[in-house]
Structure formats: C-alpha cells, structure tokens
C-alpha cells in the first residue's frame, strides 16, 4: 500500500505562488508515475500535471500550462508543484496521485487546500 502525504497548500493573493509537495511511502518511487489533481466543491477531480516514472515526461492541463510546473526528487519520494500566477479560480483542494504510468491512478493523498483571493 503506498500512503501519500501532501503538504504546502494555504492561503495566497492572486498573482502569489504556492509550492505543493506529496511524499509517497514506496521502495519504487523512481518508477511511479505522479500526478496532481484538484477539486472544487460540486465539480468532479480535475487533472492538473503528471510526470512519468524513470524517463520523467511531463504533462499539463491547458489551465495551467505557463503557470505551473510539476517535478520529482527521487531521493526524497516526493513530488512537487510549484504554481505560479495564481488566480482566484485556482482555488480548489489539490490531490497528489500515484501509479504504474500516468493516466493509470490507484493511490491518492488527503488533499491540501489551496485558496487564491482576489
């Protein structure tokens, strides 16, 4: 079972950044695909960024393309999100997820709240 912790959310005016961060408790980091996702109350879990294992491919949703950016530190089973020019839209519960290759998700964080003011 792999348990997934994500920290780094809060509160931050339009235009700040955020860096979000998601450790995973595996011995196959290296080769797990990791994503990030957020929800909003009322709308369905939305597909932020994923990387992909070993080869570290990246990819984005339209809405975020430009603004953020995921990565992954392999020695310390933890990817990040580092968002920048945020907008009140932005706001939502962001989850970190993991799998055997992106798009295919089995483990999911508790989610961190992230709140743009305007």
């Known amino acids: 079972q792999v348990h997934l912790v994500e920290s780094g959310g809060g509160l931050v005016q339009a235009g700040g950044s955020l860096r979000l961060s998601c450790t995973a408790s595996?011995?196959?980091?290296?080769?797990?695909?990791m994503g990030w996702f957020r929800r909003t109350p009322g709308k369905e879990r939305d597909f932020i960024a994923a990387?992909?294992?070993?080869?570290?491919?990246?990819y984005y949703a339209d809405s975020v393309k430009g603004r953020f950016t995921i990565s992954r530190d392999n020695a310390k089973n933890t990817v990040y999100l580092q968002m920048n020019s945020l907008k009140p839209e932005d706001t939502a519960v962001y989850y970190c997820?993991?799998?055997?290759?992106?798009?295919?998700?089995?483990?999911w964080g508790q989610g961190t709240q992230v709140t743009v003011s305007s």
């Open positions: 595996t011995r196959t980091f290296n080769s797990a695909a």
């Open positions: 990387i992909s294992g070993t080869v570290n491919n990246t």
């Open positions: 997820a993991a799998g055997p290759a992106t798009g295919y998700w089995d483990h």
